[in-house]
């Protein structure tokens, strides 16, 4: 600790000024895929561990669908304290032209508790988020040959650009989306950088049957809109839902073998406000648990499992520490004073 803090102190003047980082500069500190899933892992299992700080998200809703949420955490072993203010709409890209979800990081020195980041968290959530999806996939489902994601988009996009990056043996993914154009830009964004065969999708049918290891990304809504059927799942898939309960039919959670959480506090938080009409499914364990080797995984190749991944800002806080860390290293980003 006492030498990352004097790096720190070296670089920047604690307590008088703060680093900026727009989404470009948060880009350019040349994070990898490798370096993303590190991190993730780290955060996860320091979760799993109960080594952390991290009430549940406390949010403000403008709107019955728009929300913003505030995202503390603290993880003492990536030297990590910091909040992420995030807001989406899941009307933005058609309403405004802007994303679904943006906001910022915020970093705090952790002797001092001085600001010492402000940071555009785009980035960080698109890579983040498919990073906890592809390590609890593989946690689960390491020998999977087949991946399906359910929506196109930023967070679509970064699943499948991360899954064999976790899924070693992944030979196919079938990826659908209700716009077509989204499918089409994927595909000539991402089969460029990886190996397995992205094929478009038919419906929501067809890849829910065809896939071993299921993800969806499309919106949060409070009204289940149940576009997987329960009846198309069977034993010995996963599947790892980054929307909450929007995506599938709320039956397949009741129907499965384990129903596992990235966070049960968070998870309970948003079934107290109206997310889960049906009521919340048993949870077996947390992610973060079975990542650490605490909790069981998978017991059986028929087991159906669901992994619920809402998102936790303790992954967000040690993946932006160490955006800080290169950057300034890198000479990167826009000085402020407090
Ligand atoms: N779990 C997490 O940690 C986490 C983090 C960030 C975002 N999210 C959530 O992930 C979701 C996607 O975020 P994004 O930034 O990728 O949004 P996006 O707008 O970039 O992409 C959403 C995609 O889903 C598609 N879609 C919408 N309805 C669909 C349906 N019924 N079937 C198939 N595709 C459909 C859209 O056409 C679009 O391509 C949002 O609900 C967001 O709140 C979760």
């Known amino acids: 600790m006492e030498q990352d803090r004097e790096q720190l102190a070296s670089r920047l003047d604690i307590g008088k000024e703060l680093l900026y980082l727009t989404q470009q500069d948060v880009i350019s500190a040349g994070l990898t895929e490798a370096d993303i899933l590190r991190l993730t892992r780290d955060a996860l299992i320091a979760h799993g561990r109960k080594a952390y700080d991290m009430p549940a998200k406390i949010g403000v809703f403008p709107s019955e669908e728009v929300f913003c949420h505030a995202m503390p955490a603290y993880v003492a072993s990536s030297l990590a304290l910091g909040l992420k203010w995030i807001g989406c709409n899941p009307d933005n890209p058609t309403k405004y032209g802007r994303p679904q979800t943006t906001g910022l990081m915020l970093l705090n020195d952790i002797l001092s ?109 409070k009204r289940p809109h149940s576009f997987v059927k329960s009846e198309w799942v069977g034993k010995g898939q996963t599947i790892l839902p980054c929307d909450l309960n929007t995506f599938w039919d709320p039956a397949i959670p009741r129907q499965a073998d384990k129903y596992i959480v990235d966070s049960i506090e968070e998870h309970e938080l948003f079934d107290r406000v109206g997310y889960f009409p049906g009521g919340l499914p048993r949870i077996a364990c947390e992610t973060g648990q079975v990542l650490a080797g605490l909790e069981p995984g998978r017991e059986s190749p028929e087991q159906l499992i669901v992994c619920s991944n809402i998102g936790m800002s303790v992954v967000d806080v040690v993946v932006a520490r160490e955006i800080l860390n290169r950057a300034l290293v890198r000479n990167i980003g826009s000085k402020l004073r407090l």
């Open 113 to 221: 508790a001085c600001p010492i980041a402000i940071m555009d968290c785009a980035w960080i959530t698109a890579t983040r988020t498919p990073a906890v999806t592809v390590l609890a996939a593989a946690a689960l489902h390491p020998d999977a040959e087949t991946f399906g994601m359910f929506g196109c988009g930023v967070q679509g996009t970064g699943h499948v650009n991360f899954a064999e990056h976790a899924l070693k043996k992944l030979k196919t993914i079938h990826v659908f989306d209700v716009k077509e154009e989204n499918m089409d830009r994927l595909i000539a964004e991402v089969q460029p950088k990886i190996k397995a065969k992205i094929v478009k999708g038919r419906s929501f049918e067809q890849v829910t049957k065809e896939c071993q290891v299921l993800s969806s990304a499309t919106l949060i809504v």
